[in-house]
């Protein structure tokens, strides 16, 4: 109950029209369901799912070998290793944030290292780019994504890879064949925790991509904040749930029976 | 003597540091061509240790080791002529029967039309065709024991090795697989290499077996050497049950000596030629070599000592009744009950334990 | 006959569904004070579900019980006068071995004084009181069994129940921990109730056995009578090892009948008067009371087959021969070694299987 | 190495001092912990610890018996149940607490529907209070008190339960004297989980608590956003991770044999 009446709240509100000093009139309607579809927000969309995808890919190519680690080290390391793992989680999301700009900007830390030891000549403008944004979700969503892998990955049983090796199967094949068809519910899960909130993120966007670049997240965040159209804010985060959601319940009924083992 | 082409497996001196302490400790075997070769050991004595350094799960810290002529040291486990099947089975629980079996062919690089038929040949000696569809999570015990057989012994292995494959069955399953896993043995004329901590499954199946304690070989030999002859108390109380009575030869006296215990009459044992001298050492006596009589008349037997029951159970084929020789040493006779009929014995009565002097024997440490 | 007041736990008609199985079904039973009763079964034949009925962690469908004459229906768990040994032993991973064994008695409101002595008592019978301040996962197997043990006795129940708590110990293990558990309830004198998939187990510990099968009683008795007259094929088969041979009683004279079956001599049996009649039956006889020999002639046997022997298993303290009595009926011969001088067969050899009338069995279904 | 740089950034920056116009100027300066320990700042430490000890409260004593249920159901119903404890998760976070701004307020849904049931005459002033915060804390960081917990009691064997009722050890006995001890771990991580967000949360407290009240992530925020004092909110942050990791490492290094099982 408790957890669904803000649901319920905003489905409503998504149903009715914005008032003319903000706030809402309750008028039920779909209309702002059907301007979810008006071209102007199709680049936003693009974009954001773009970016949300590649963040969850560059997660996951980075995450599974350090999952891989963490689950086949010997349980003292393991417990150090998880603790590393979550050491970003324990500063403030903004601060992080903060700390990444300093890094990145034109005469921050990452640049005058560099030149000073003298790699690069000109300093490198990355920081008010996608590949900023990019940077800062990776950091800021990498231990959801090696977490559940780690889970995943300790529950396979090492006698599975020695039996994959004694069968004459070298590391990829290993790797391919039993790994990761193994750890699957992990892979799904740790994508979609780092895609969802990569989708709906906003204060990143915001500060290393500088504004010039609009993501869902920030699209939502403008909304309610800025233009004050909750009914249209809601109609959008109503919508990315529900498609996110059917798209994980659909993966996971197709695994349903080869995960139960 | 046998010619170096009958050996299969060849170790030398292995040597595997586990932590700090010596896991297998100067090892040497040799393993016969097409052979039921046990490993027989209690837990910790290293012998899953020894088998997975033959299959190149684990890398030795010294010595040599060659299957079929060739040194193993430099090759992974995916490029040795050897199959495991795992103590837990270890079946890839995301494919089917068949998916688990053909993998090794699969890994091989065998076309569909080479591994069709010999997946379907594996899985009827296994009588598993009509499973081949299913998952491990969907067979019981006793079935899935079998795809870890099939899926090891597709792949014609120079060497079968096994890590208490039976381990995971209960009593009446585990004998029904003993008899067929030595069939399948006898049909496909594979070495194996079967570890195990049960003394009986050693004996029943084995063709030689090495008995394992604390890293080193023991002894090595065939079930009835092992039984009939071990080389030391702790392969007589390991291998079978064995009465066991601390003193010292005697005299010696052409072929039987005397052996004197504190507290027990003199004891005839056999004394064959020069081997053993006078001194310390252990008698030992299989519980079923013992007769128990209420008749005070030797009858023939060399040694007949009067003893008091202290407890008779009853186990359906046999009596097994326990009684003090002397203080502190505690025997046990075995009688087989061959008829209804049976005579019995009761806790407290006083009987004589009698034996042939050739069936018993010393150890000297 | 034995007065009410001797009759410890007397279940009536009890019914226990698990889904869309009966996991007991319409069981009764009563067991006898200080009685060391086992329940014997194949996994999934209820007799963990009986024994969780009794002490109160599943609740009945169907039909009474009652302990020490009181009925335990709306008892729960922690009001019963029982304690069981887990099969897993549940031993509280939290606490050192001390606080396991005197968690009962700190339940129960007894104060310090009154528990130190107690946990001290039984801790030096299961011989664990120098390991009190280790925590189980400092201990090995059969340390962790003894200290499950310990930690229900403390509590000096009317009954100790006991799932498969030997299960998980390896062959030497569980052999020594069977004398000990014995042992100590003799001690004790408190009813143990002890449920076993392993028939050995079963028979050399108790004083009396249920077989259970499909959620069922199939027999009660002692240990001798479950053997020597096994009441169906099921127990025939399930307690020690049987040769079976399906056919039918011939003809009656006397006291021994004929029994006949294809591709067979007729067989001479016994015939207890009237309980047995003419009509299609099992001949059942244990392996141990075969007899083989070389001999041509009789010599007193009632029956005497020609046979060949198919295989022949050394197992230390015996020979087992199989042969076929007739296309498709292997029945196997346990021959004791009791000398050195054993004479032995060989397979492929044709000898004569002979056996005294008395001792084979006829169970008509 | 990726994960510490943006620390190492913070920490050098939390020993700089404040541009004139913002930004930062290089000084290694001890001055910004100095400040930390102003009067000034107590009330808002005393406010956020407390507030946020609370929702940690309130989510263990919510979790406990959810995460316990869901750790004893069968396979499938514990799938359905975890599936919905993550539905608040699935939304944007900005949005939810608006749906609680809709519920809360004086028109909002709570009233009318409580009002129209006649169940009250006048509505409750919710919004804008410290109960609001609180509400919206606990709604927001209730799935990770959850989750740690069902891990941890899904760990422990049944068999353990019915020991311990076999020892007639009562319903609550029971609790006290395994299910809680056992679960140790688990009620330490979810309370890290829970704690040190909601320590840190900035858009709850100034939607819901409507800016009248200052907390520690609202502070940091306002350092870094409106006063652009970037070293003094970077002492802040480096401050508070400092203090809690200490305090959870050595809580673990104290259960660490009894969690050797």
């Known amino acids: 109950m408790f957890f669904f009446v803000p649901l319920l709240v905003m489905l409503g509100v998504s149903l009715a029209s914005r008032g003319t000093y903000g706030g809402v009139e309750w008028t039920w309607t779909l209309t702002n369901y059907l ?37 086949r080290a010997s349980p003292r390391i393991q417990n150090l290793l998880l603790f590393l793992a979550m050491i970003p989680f324990w500063t403030n999301f903004l601060v992080r944030t903060y700390a990444w700009m300093f890094i990145l900007r034109t005469k921050g830390v990452m640049n005058t290292g ?8 000109q300093p490198i403008e990355i920081l008010y780019t996608d590949s900023a944004v990019l940077l800062g979700l990776v950091y800021g969503y990498l231990p959801f994504m090696v977490l559940p892998l780690y889970v995943a990955i300790e529950r396979i049983a090492p006698s599975l890879e020695e039996a994959a090796q004694d069968l004459y199967a070298g590391g ?43 993501m869902l997240g920030t699209l939502i965040q403008h909304e309610f904040l800025v233009i004050r159209d909750w009914p249209f804010g809601s109609a959008l985060s109503f919508l990315l749930m529900v498609l996110l959601l059917s798209l994980t319940v659909s993966f996971f009924k197709r695994q349903g029976l080869a995960d139960r083992t | 003597m046998k010619s170096m082409g009958d050996v299969s497996i060849k170790l030398e001196h292995l040597v595997k540091q586990h932590g700090d302490t010596l896991a297998v400790d100067d090892l040497s075997l040799e393993i016969r061509r097409g052979e039921f070769f046990s490993i027989l050991g209690p837990s910790g004595s290293g012998k899953t240790t020894t088998l997975r350094l033959i299959a190149g799960l684990d890398q030795p810290d010294g010595g040599s080791l060659s299957i079929e002529g060739q040194l193993m040291q430099d090759l992974p486990p995916n490029q040795r002529p050897v199959n495991m099947v795992f103590q837990n089975y270890a079946l890839f629980p995301h494919l089917t029967v068949w998916k688990n079996v053909s993998f090794g062919l699969e890994m091989k690089g065998l076309s569909r039309r080479e591994i069709i038929p010999k997946v379907e040949q594996v ?19 006793g079935e899935q024991q079998r795809v870890a057989l099939a899926r090891a012994l597709v792949n014609r292995p120079a060497v079968l090795l096994l890590d208490e494959p039976l381990g995971a069955l209960d009593q009446q399953l585990r004998q029904e697989m003993q008899g067929e896993l030595k069939l399948i043995q006898e049909r496909v004329g594979i070495t194996f290499v ?37 080389g030391s108390t702790f392969v007589a109380r390991f291998v079978g049950h064995s009465n066991c009575l601390d003193g010292e030869v005697a005299s010696m006296d052409g072929t039987t000596c005397t052996f004197r215990s504190d507290g027990v009459s003199p004891i005839q044992v056999p004394c064959p030629g020069h081997s053993l001298e006078v ?41 097994q009744y326990q009684f003090d020789l002397a203080p502190n040493v505690r025997w046990m006779a075995r009688l087989p009950i061959s008829s209804r009929h049976h005579e019995r014995f009761h806790p407290g009565e006083q009987v004589f334990v009698s034996w042939k002097a050739h069936e018993g024997l010393i150890l000297t440490s």
């Open chain 2, 279 to 319: 001194g310390r050492g252990t008698f030992i006596i299989r519980p079923e070599r013992l007769c128990l009589t209420r008749n005070a008349q030797p009858n023939g037997f060399e040694n007949h000592l009067p003893v008091r029951i202290q407890k008779a159970r009853y186990i359906g084929d046999e009596m």
């Open chain 1, 114 to 121: 560099l030149m000073s030891l003298g790699l690069i000549d």
């Open chain 2, 194 to 230: 079967f570890v195990t901590h049960h003394q009986e499954e050693a004996l029943i199946m084995s063709d030689r077996v090495a008995v394992m304690n604390g890293g080193r070989v023991i002894q090595v030999g065939t079930p009835q050497e092992l039984y009939e002859t071990p």
């Open chain 1, 35 to 71: 301007r979810l579809a008006d071209p102007l927000y199709w680049n936003i969309y693009l974009r954001s799912v773009l970016l949300a995808g590649v963040t969850t890919g560059v997660c996951l190519v980075l995450g599974f070998p350090l999952a891989y680690v963490m689950a």
């Open chain 2, 123 to 141: 899985l009827d000696m296994v009588q598993l065709g009509e499973k081949q569809n299913r998952v491990p999570a969907q067979l019981s015990g």
């Open chain 1, 172 to 214: 990829w094949a290993v790797f391919w064949r039993v790994i990761f068809p193994l750890s699957k519910p992990g892979i799904v899960a740790g994508c979609v925790l780092v895609f969802i909130p990569s989708l709906g993120a906003f204060i990143t966007p915001h500060l290393l991509g500088g504004g010039r670049s609009m």
